[in-house]
Every structure is written in C-alpha cells, then in structure tokens.
C-alpha cells in the first residue's frame, strides 16, 4: 500500500510538472509570435491596439482595456507628462485620443497615479494596472479588467510580455522619429525648390495636398499616399539646375531656353535617382513624367496614356491647376471657372480623363485646400 501511494504520488507530481512545462512551453510560443505581430503596425494607434488585442489573447480574456502613453518630449517641453489613451476596447472604446484625466474615471485615476509613482504594475482584484517604460523615456500605462481568474503562470507571461512591447514601442517611436525627419527635410527641400524660382512654398504644399485627395479619391492605398504625400514636393527639384535668368524670366520663353527649362525633368530624375535608394524612385518617377500628357505631346519621352506613372498622372493636373490659380511672374491668377474649362478642354489630351473628372467632381474639397493653403495662412 506505501509502495503503491509513492507511486501514485510521484506519478501526479510528474504529470503536473508535466502540464506546467508544456503550459510554460505554449506561454513562451504565445509571447513570441505575439510580440513578432508588434512591429508590423505602422503607427503608434496601430500598435497599441495591437498590444491591447494580444494581451487578451494571451491571458483568454475579451475584456475592457484600454492603453495610455505619454512621450518624453512632453516632459522636456513642459515639465509635465501628459497622458493620452492611443487605444481602447470594450467599454473604453471612445475614449481613444482623450486626455487621460477626462478619458478615465476618477478610482482608476487614482490607481494609476500609484502606479506612477511606484513604477511597477499592479493587479488589484480583477484589474491588471500595467507600467512600463522604455529605453527612450517614453512611459506607458495598460488598463485591463477581467483578470482575477489568471493564474501565477500567466501573471509571468504578462510580464515577459510588458517588457518585449517596451522594446517593440522603441523601434516604432525611432523609426517614427526618422519618418518625421524625412517629412520635414522633404518640406524645406521642398520649399527651397519653389522659392528660387520666385514661387511661394505653398504652392508645393496646396499641389501635395491636391494631389493625395486627387489619388485617394481614384482608389489609390494608404501607403500609396504615404509615398505620395513625400514625393510630390519633389517634383520640380530639377529646377535648380536651370539658370535664373531663364527660370525666373518674366515674359515668354525662346524655343532654345524651353528646351532649357524641360531639362529640369530628366535632372531631377537623376538626383533623386542617385544612390539607387527604393524609396525614392516615386519620386525620381514623378520627377521625370509629370509634364507628360495624356495624347503622348508631353515631355521628356511622349508617353502616352497609362505608360506614365499614376503618381506623375495626378501630379501633373495638380500642377497645372495650382499654378493656373495663382500669379506667377510672367502671368496672373486665372479664375476658378476659367481652371475648370481648361481641365475639361483638356481632358484626354493633357490629362487622364478619370483624374480630370475626379477633380472636376471635387471642386468642393479644391477650396478647402486653397483655404487652408492660402498665401496669407
């Protein structure tokens, strides 16, 4: 009988370690293949609904949650955090983009100002009050409920996990970081481009933001306009190989200075062309083809219809229409009415036909953009 309960003994605490080496097992595959979904998103909305659906998966809940941030470049510049939610589910769901302390109630406020303080997580009866805080300072704070019922095991996970997201949400913020970079080089090249040739900066701007209203509106993907909006500022970066006296001559053009001033299409290609960088060669495309029509009179290469880039297609009748609606030196401001016969005339033959109608349709979402856009705004 003593035998036979050693046996039996030792043979449940075999089987327990067992399940609880198998369960640990599938824990860690779970953190993995979560974690590894994090760096997909491309933003910081993005992620953190990720962070929060995972987190759920993981512990088998389908609870209320919500995920607050708060950057470190708030703190240098006011001295203060200020925490806002980037992402809620259940009951929390509307109140994503609020201010934490209008978004939350008044006793979890109060917990997460502990929280604060100690800089550690708490579970508080079937609350999960997550901290963590990142290489660059970003601190960050995860509501669940629902979490009485976990057990030791995924309490652990929980906290693998926090830590992997904090290195998941460094990345993200550095490469956001180097996005925003790349936005404000582009705007001043941008800017610069247009101002030696006695334009205004914002007439690259009123043109980007036509030109992404003009692809969405054609169907064009997110991360179409994403690349849309970085390289239609680009467009005329070749003109700063054109000489002052010709790119900035008042009265009409010679045929010898317009083949001159074509140049600038081909040059700008191959500057942004230079280093063979992928991320570029939209806009080296729409460099090169955006004083290309659609009849194939246009230049450099008369192409012809859907042989020119879609990006440089739409560029092209954002060009024109803001350039028609503002003074330029050797020229003054065309009217609205005047903007849209032209594009209707020319249809077919300097524009895709589908683009045209598309900006004939949103003359509406055109004035807003002229207003926001204004010279004097």
């Known amino acids: ?81 200020h925490f806002y939610v980037l992402s809620a589910m259940g009951k929390f769901k509307e109140m994503a983009g609020q201010p934490l302390e209008q978004a939350v109630p008044c006793d979890l406020l109060a917990t997460f100002r502990q929280v ?13 009050f997550g901290y963590f805080e990142t290489k660059t300072g970003s601190r960050n704070l995860i509501y669940i409920e629902g979490v009485a019922s976990i057990s030791e095991l995924s309490r652990h996970m929980l906290s693998i996990y926090s830590n992997n997201v904090a290195i998941a949400f460094d990345n993200l913020y550095l490469n956001q970081e180097l996005l925003d970079t790349q936005k404000h080089i582009v705007r001043i090249l941008g800017e610069a481009v247009e101002r030696r040739s006695h334009e205004t900066g914002n007439h ?33 970066v070749g003109k700063i ?27 700008g290609c191959r500057i942004l062309s230079a280093g063979g960088r992928k991320t570029l060669s939209p806009a080296a495309a729409i460099a090169l083809q955006h004083h290309e029509r659609w009849n ?7 192409l012809k219809g859907t042989e020119i880039n879609i990006m440089a297609r739409i560029a092209a009748l954002a060009d024109v229409v803001d350039a028609l609606g503002h003074e330029r030196c050797y020229k ?10 032209l594009v209707k005339a020319e249809s077919e033959r300097h524009f895709d036909p589908d683009i045209a109608g598309i900006f004939i349709a949103s003359i509406d979402e055109y004035q807003e953009i002229e207003r926001r856009f204004s010279e004097n705004a």
């Not at 194939?296 to 008369?302: A, D, E, F, L, N």
Request: glycine share 6%; proline share 5%.
């Open 116 to 128: 604060l303080e100690s800089r550690h997580s708490i579970i508080e009866q079937d609350r999960y």
């Open 1 to 81: 009988a003593q035998k036979l309960f050693t046996t039996i003994t030792a043979a449940l605490r075999s089987y327990r370690d067992i399940v609880a080496i198998e369960e640990s097992r599938k824990g860690l595959r779970s953190i993995i293949d979560a974690t590894s979904d994090l760096f997909e998103p491309k933003s910081l909305g993005n992620f953190a609904e990720g962070v929060l659906r995972q987190l759920n998966a993981l512990l088998h809940i389908e609870e209320p949650s919500i995920y607050m941030h708060a950057s470190s470049l708030a703190a240098a510049q006011d001295g203060a955090e």
């Open 296 to 302: 194939g009179s246009g230049y450099p290469k008369g």
């Open 204 to 236: 690259v701007w009123r043109m980007t933001e036509l030109a992404c209203m003009l692809g969405r509106k054609y169907g064009l993907e997110e991360k179409a306009l994403e690349v849309m909006h970085l390289s239609v500022p680009l467009h005329d």
């Open 332 to 341: 003054p401001a065309w009217s609205l009415d005047r903007i849209v016969e």
């Open 241 to 267: 190989g054109i000489p002052d006296q010709i790119l900035n001559k008042p009265g009409s053009l010679t045929p010898e200075e317009f083949d001159v001033i074509k140049t600038h299409t081909t040059l």
